[in-house]
């Protein structure tokens, strides 16, 4: 059976529609990498579609923007941070699904009242979008292929890693990983790369499929079928 992996989608829910098209793909063979949310214009579009999608067979994991949101749910990530970096489009994504007004971040930034608000509407509204990224694993293994978000820690293995890193690293798994399984990441934009939007091949079996879609790129696919590799993707609208 086929593997359809996505990662990094952040809010871009034209182009995941679009990619799932292109690649006639079904739920059961999809595997999602996590990042569903910040950034771009529909993250709840997006978590929902994800959700469908898993509802019917197909696979996802957490992604550290998921586990951002969840920690500023819980009051143990500051505003300052996950606003700036793309939470504060996750927030409005929330606030106009209800019919609210947008706000700025300076605004929630100046204001603790108005967060308080603001996360106690998103925690009592989109419980269901919030116990979906709660449960989502941080990794899959299937044979001699791993999926993850960012990476493992090439020094400690699978097991031993951390979710931290399972999250978030970046060179220090790309470069230094020596293992016999491939790794199938999002995380790291591939134009960090080489240079361009495009699936990454690593010399030490890693795949980087993070084509930056919210960012101006494009949204890719990896596609495994038979043991063989390829790809398709769809540029930004």
Not at 109 to 117: A, P, R
Request: net charge negative.
């Amino acid at each position: 059976m086929r593997k359809i992996v996505i990662s990094d989608i952040h809010g871009c829910l034209t182009e995941l529609d679009l990619l799932l098209q292109k690649t006639k793909a079904q739920p059961d063979e999809v595997i999602f990498l996590g990042d569903y949310i910040d950034s771009g214009p529909d993250s709840m579009g997006v978590v929902d579609k994800v959700i469908d999608w898993c509802g019917q067979g197909a696979t996802a994991l957490l992604g550290n923007h998921d586990d951002l949101f969840l920690r500023w749910l819980d009051d143990k990530e500051i505003i300052f941070y996950y606003g700036r970096i793309g939470g504060i489009a996750t927030i409005n994504s929330c606030l106009q699904r209800l019919g609210m007004g947008s706000v700025e971040y300076s605004q929630l930034l100046h204001d603790q009242i108005k967060e308080n608000e603001v996360r106690k509407t998103i925690i009592d509204c989109f419980r269901e979008q919030i116990s979906f990224l709660q449960s989502l694993p941080l990794y899959q293994k299937e044979s001699e292929l791993i999926f993850v978000h960012a990476g493992i820690n090439p020094k400690k293995g699978l097991e031993k890693t951390t979710k931290v890193e399972f999250l978030n690293l970046r060179d220090e798994f790309i470069y230094e990983y020596k293992g016999c399984e491939t790794i199938i990441f999002g995380h790291t934009p591939t134009r960090r790369l080489h240079n361009h939007n495009n699936v990454y091949f690593g010399p030490n079996r890693v795949i980087g499929i993070d084509g930056g879609c919210a960012f101006g790129g494009q949204l890719n696919a990896l596609i495994i079928s038979d043991g063989q590799f390829s790809t398709a993707s769809v540029l930004r609208k």
